[in-house]
Structures are given as C-alpha cells and as structure tokens.
C-alpha cells in the first residue's frame, strides 16, 4: 500500500475534486449552484451563438480532431493524443499537434503572440508540460497558443506538409471548426454531474450526443456512459512497466530493480491516485505525494525525497528534471486502445482509428 506524506496536506485546489467526485453533493458545495446554474446558462448561451453563426468559427483547410474532456482537469487526454499520432502515421498521414499550453509563460496575456512551436528542448514553463511530452514523444510538429486556429494556422504555415491536425484538450473552443471529437473520461465518471463551480462538469452530459466516441481511461460510470447512448465506446488502458532516470532517460530500470528501498513518489495530474495505483501493481511500496494539475514544481516541493528515491510521471518529469539532482525515476506510458465489454457491435464493430478515418470523409462538426 501506498502511505500518504502528513505534511502533504492538500490545499483548496485538491480539495475541490475530492468534493466533486462524491456521488452526492458535498454540503460544502451548496452555496455555489447558483453559480452553476448561471455557468449552464451562459455555456449554452455562447453554444447557441456559434451554431447560429453570431460568433465566428473557423475551419482550417485540413481535418481536426478534438480529444478533450467534459470535466475540468486531466483525465488521459496526452496518451491518446500520442496513440492517435501514431496509429495516423501509420496510415500515411502527416499530423501535428496544437494545444493551449496550459501554465505556459508565452501563452498567459495574448493570443497571437503566444503562438509558438514546442521543441523537444523548450522549457516546460514557456509551453507547458503536456506540449512538451507530446514534443518529445510524438516526433510531430507542436505548436502552442490560447487561439487554436491561430496556433493551427502558423503550424502549418511552418509545416505545409501537415494533412491533419490533433487539438491536445479544446473540446470547448468553438471558434475551432472540428471534423472529430473524442470525449475523455477517467475512472472518477462525471462526480457530481454538476457544472463548475458546484462540480467538475464544463459542460453538461447531453453534450456527449454530439461526440464521435467516448473514451474510458478507467472503469466506466453508468450515468455517463447511459448519456452516451449509441456513441462508440472504448476502453484506454496505459502501459508501462520500465522506469526512466530523471537525470539520463536513455537508462531504464524495472519495478525490481527498486524494491527494498526507500520511495516517494509524486503527481501532478488530474487523478494522481491514477498514477499511485499503477505503482502498486507493480509490486512497489512508497510515500505517496499528491500535487495539483499543471502543478509548477520548486525544488522545495522535492525535499522530502532526498533521503530516498523518487517516483514520477513523464508529465511531472520535463518539469522536474531541472530542479531536482537525486535519484528520481518517472514511468512512460502508451495506451492501448479496445472497444468497451459489452459495446453495440461487439468485436466486430470498428475500430476507434477506423470511425476517424470514415469520419475524415464526412461531414465536419461545427
């Protein structure tokens, strides 16, 4: 078992989704729907005006698809960003990535001058971390920016050869013309079902009628996946089992290799108990330290663990590495992509890459 540091205490930022996840609504949360109900209002409101034209949107001239989620925070978008980069690839396609570049300096106070490419060397605080995972793990062009269409028009001025574009997260920036949506989801479900800021909805279920697929990264909740309806579903499953060194990611090690001694390990992503679940199937033993989202690390954040070693996710690690000089390891992923136990179709119905590909031919979501 994983045994949680007591100076970790958990500020309001983690409070928040503890409070969101619970099936019921936390008291706490009481006072804010008000504030929810005037969120609906205005997500439906802005969602009218694009479809009737009052607000413009923009369609690049080669496909985009969408992973994003209808929840606030990370729930597995980043790996099935690299799985679908990969699986295009492997179809002959030529894609490159756009993203917000969440926490990243370059892209907090505008939007065209915050458009920028993502190189494998950039730094995580300039261009986020996850653009700079997808750098480094993709091998396709990255181009960050607030705007997408204006992130995804310099990348292919940069890049003419790019036929396709993946939006990293934008599920909601409508100004973006799309040809498919993925919808992500993890194993917490829709928590509450609530909107911001009583819960962790952006937007309500419903709008999954309008996806292309669902994507499980976890066990799947009943009350979304029955607002899904005959959307396609798919179950992500994240692999790994090799660690990396922080300090030289050419060298690797097993869980084995680590056992015996001293762990710590940390996560700054959506769901950390995500990652600390993964840790303990792999037959490991370790302090467990929670951090929120995007979190910026200082070295004073990693202290705790010099008297051991240190445990990471490949999200936390671009952050990492430049602050932190003792023994520390992070995890890299993949997923692995499989139709839902029980979805229409059974085994023969098609395939995540083949209903993106049919959709590349069809019509474009608005």
Known sequence: MADSGESARPGLAQRLPVWWYRRRLAARLVPLLPLSWLFRLLTALRRALYRRGLLASVRLPVPVVVVGNLTVGGAGKTPLVLWLVARLREQGRRPGIVSRGYGAEATKHTKEAGVRPVLPDSA?????????????????????????????????????????????????????QRTVEL???????????????????????????????????????????????????????????????????????????????????LAGIGDPSRFFRQLEALGLIFEARPFPDHHAYTGADLAFARD???????????????????ESWFLPVAAEILPCAGDLGGAEAPGLLDIILEKFNGRTLA
Not at 136 to 159: E, T
Not at 202 to 214: T, V
Not at 232 to 249: I, N
Request: with cysteine; hydrophobic share 45%; charged share 25%.
């Open 124 to 176: 995580a605080a300039e261009v986020g971390d996850e653009p700079l995972l997808l750098a480094r793990r993709s091998g396709v062009p990255v181009f960050v920016g607030r705007d997408r269409v204006a992130a995804g028009r310099a990348l292919l001025a940069a890049h003419p050869e790019c036929d396709v574009i993946v939006s990293d997260d934008g599920l909601q920036h409508y100004r973006l």
């Open 183 to 265: 919808v992500v989801f993890d194993g917490r479900g829709a928590g509450n079902a609530r909107l911001l800021p009583a819960g962790p909805l952006r937007e309500p279920l419903g709008r999954l009628a309008e996806a292309s697929a669902l994507i499980w990264n976890g066990a799947p909740e009943a009350r979304v996946a029955q607002a899904a309806g005959t959307l396609p579903q798919f179950s992500m499953r994240l692999a790994g089992e090799r660690f990396a060194a922080l300090a030289d990611p050419q060298r690797s090690c097993a869980a084995a290799d680590l056992r015996g001694k001293r762990l710590y390990a």
């Open 308 to 326: 051991g070693v240190l445990l990471m996710t490949e999200k936390d690690a671009v952050k990492c590495a430049a602050i932190y000089t003792g």
